[in-house]
């Protein structure tokens, strides 16, 4: 009995020093920013918005580079809003996306399974007819090669069908009218979350981020400060 107990401190003590190590890592790589590119006239004004937890990427509907209304159209959505001028991309867990509307319906199933990157991933996609900054929402103006590597960064993180565009996950489990979800490229987990897209994405196009981000707050460190 007392062997058994010992094995459970043990391994206690081991998940806890785990998830020390995991937050300290994460505090201590997002104080080191990369990228931010200098020079060149910035002419595209995009957006990071975080709820607190997940962190997503907001670039304009249309413009002569793109107009994501032929990618990933409006009538995919409940309210087929053509009036919408900004459009969010997020990237995240499938089953967390459409079957955790709250908090409150977490499972631990799906908790473990994200964690451990056993399921595959979604891309959520919102339209915003205006967008309000504030301390959760950073506005950033872009040149326009920095925008056209952002694009190309987001094509390739959706799994796409026999016309070339993204599948559509058929689904009621929407956050409201506005929005929809895609099937996405690679496994959600504890070293490759929503935050940590976003920041990639954000090193790609030549813009600061952290030099790993798997939470929110290690991706607004670098525009808060």
Same mark, same amino acid.
């Given at each position: 009995m007392r062997?058994?107990? #010992?094995?459970?401190?043990a391994v206690i003590l081991v998940l806890i020093a785990g998830i020390a190590i995991y937050f300290t890592t994460a505090w201590v790589l997002s104080r080191f920013g990369v990228g931010g590119e200098e020079g060149g006239k910035p002419?595209?004004?995009?957006?990071?918005?975080?709820?607190?937890?997940?962190?997503? /990427?907001?670039?304009?509907?249309?413009?002569?580079?793109?107009d994501w209304n032929i990618v990933v159209p409006? !009538?995919?959505?409940?309210n087929n809003d053509t009036t919408a001028r900004y459009i969010a991309f997020g990237w995240g867990d499938r089953p967390f996306y459409l079957e955790t509307p709250t908090w409150s319906?977490?499972? @631990?199933s799906t908790a473990l399974k994200a964690g451990l990157g056993l399921d595959r991933s979604a891309m959520h996609v919102t339209f915003y007819r205006t967008i309000l900054e504030d301390k959760d929402c950073? !506005?950033?103006?872009? #040149?326009?090669?920095?925008?056209?590597?952002?694009?190309?960064?987001?094509?390739?993180? @959706?799994?796409?069908?026999?016309?070339?565009?993204?599948? /559509?996950i058929p689904t009621n489990a929407t956050?409201? =009218?506005?929005d929809a979800f895609y099937e996405a490229k690679g496994y959600y987990s504890i070293f490759k979350t929503c935050n940590?897209?976003?920041?990639? =994405?954000?090193?790609?196009a030549g813009?600061?981020?952290a030099l790993w981000a798997p939470f929110d707050w290690c991706i607004f460190h670098q525009y808060r400060k």
């Open positions: 062997r058994i107990i #010992r094995v459970v401190i002419e595209i004004t995009m957006y990071i918005m975080t709820n607190g937890v997940h962190t997503d /990427l907001i670039v304009p509907v249309k413009n002569p580079y793109r409006f !009538r995919n959505t409940k319906d977490l499972k @631990f950073i !506005r950033i103006d872009i #040149r326009n090669d920095q925008y056209q590597r952002l694009i190309q960064y987001i094509d390739s993180s @959706f799994e796409l069908d026999s016309a070339k565009l993204p599948k /559509l956050y409201g =009218g506005t940590s897209w976003v920041n990639t =994405g954000l090193k790609v813009l600061k981020a």
